[in-house]
């Protein structure tokens, strides 16, 4: 049957894992329109970004709508914010280039994240002491139930660290909706947000003192590049789990245990801890169990050697889960989507 969407489609040059699977039906979305085909809303759907929070664990049976929704422009401006909204498509890092380019800071501690602007607000994408959700304003999506434009506001998109609506609902897994556009509001009271650590030890090698946006875009870009695998050259998906958030009697316990533990206490009493850490400790830094293993440089970053696939993902994922939970009962999550 012909259709408005592609046959049998790999998908291993959309994730950035390149992990093998086919697409029974692959459609790229260019304008929000196409969305509205109401065979659409009858059918079984994935809605697929940059590909860089994926694991394919094989063939999909559903009609992947691949976002490739494109613009950018100055939406609004008042006395306190300048408001800018990206098309979904649109690569994350070339947008964020772009608002320092035009003079609309903010956004500069997400520098270089892979991915699309469609895909910051689901995983409320975050680095270096910014968390999207933090300038998201509002987002426009298409509803596929209610066969509608949908707008949400930042209330609405219940922004926690590495979580939101879109997660907590389920709709990430079961394509009831496809962010189609993303609005950020962006201070016109600009501050450097250079406490993390990296950063701040970066700046001080280059020896600024007062940074610009572009310094501290500059000084990630060079933290990351250190750091984080390039998925072109070793196919990764990031930070591969969360970082646990425990409660501060087993963080104090474990700390007492083991003092080098980095912990960071959460707004709620609870603290977070440094999973590359743990994994470390746990002898998984630079070490694999087949073609996929943990980064030399940051052991939190799950790659595909050469020739993986979904299920040997999953085998070295259960290995190291099991393995920092037999040494500090600390259960690791995955942050990526399996599909
Ligand atoms: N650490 C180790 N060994 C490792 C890795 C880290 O001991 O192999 C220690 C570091 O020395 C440091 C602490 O763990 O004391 C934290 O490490 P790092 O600053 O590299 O950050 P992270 O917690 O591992 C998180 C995010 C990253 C984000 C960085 C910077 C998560 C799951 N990951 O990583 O986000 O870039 O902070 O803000 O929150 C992503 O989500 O894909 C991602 C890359």
Known sequence: MSGPYRTDVDLGAFNTLALPGQAAR????????????????????FVLGGGSNLVLTGDVDRRVLHMAIAGRR????????????????????????????????GLENLSLIPGTVGAAPIQNIGAYGLEAGER???????????????????????FTYRDSLFKQEGWHLDGRLAIT???????????????????????????????????????VIAVRQRKLPDPAVTPNAGSFFHNPIVSAEQAAALKTAHPGLPTYPQPDGRVKLAAGWLIEQAGWKGKALGPVGMYEKQALVLVNLGGATGNDVKRTMAAVQADVLARFGVSLTPEPIFL
Request: aromatic share 10%.
């Open 181 to 219: 556009a993303v609005t950020f509001r962006l201070p016109k009271a600009w501050q450097p947000n250079c406490r993390y650590a990296d950063v701040a030890q970066e700046l001080a090698t280059r020896q600024i003192t007062t940074p610009t946006p572009r310094d501290i875009a500059d000084a």
């Open 26 to 45: 692959y459609q790229r979305i260019t304008d929000a329109a196409q969305l509205a085909d109401p065979t659409l809303a009858s059918e079984r759907r």
């Open 136 to 158: 998201i304003t509002r987002v426009t999506a298409w509803d596929f139930t209610k066969q509608a434009v949908c707008q949400l506001t930042r209330n609405d998109c219940r």
């Open 74 to 105: 100055l939406a609004g401006e008042d006395d306190s914010a300048w408001y800018v909204e990206a098309g979904a498509g649109e690569n994350w890092h070339d947008f964020v280039q772009w608002t320092l380019a035009e003079g609309w800071p």
